[in-house]
């Protein structure tokens, strides 16, 4: 589920019957529950809108899903000749990685 920006979690319990998730891809734990699509749904635009005020009235900055940035775990061997490629062309890794991530996404979303 999408909603201003942020992601949410659906899980099932079976055991208690009822619809569960948190939003995704950011430190804080933010749950919600429903016993249906359409409560779920809801619980979870309350939840966002809940952290958004919670922020608001701490005066801190809501974290944000994306915000541009993250570590990736290569192995040493492609660390190296990703840091020497973008020597040789007079690029930095981290434009190296992004045209990377970009031609492979774009492949891969043409297959």
Avoid: W
């Avoid at 290569?74 to 045209?99: I, M």
């Amino acid at each position: 589920m999408q909603y201003k920006r942020y992601y949410g979690s659906v899980h099932y319990s079976d055991e208690d019957q009822v619809f569960f998730g948190k939003i995704e891809y950011i430190r804080s734990l933010v749950s919600y529950e429903g016993t249906d699509v359409k409560s779920l749904k809801q619980a979870f635009e309350e939840a966002v809108e809940d952290y958004l005020e919670l922020c608001e009235s701490e005066d801190v900055e809501p974290e944000q899903a994306f915000k541009g940035s993250f570590n990736v775990r290569t192995g040493s061997d492609l660390h190296r000749k990703a840091t020497l490629y973008a020597r040789e062309k007079g690029l930095n890794l981290n434009n190296v990685v992004t045209e990377a991530l970009k031609k492979y996404l774009s492949h891969a979303n043409s297959t």
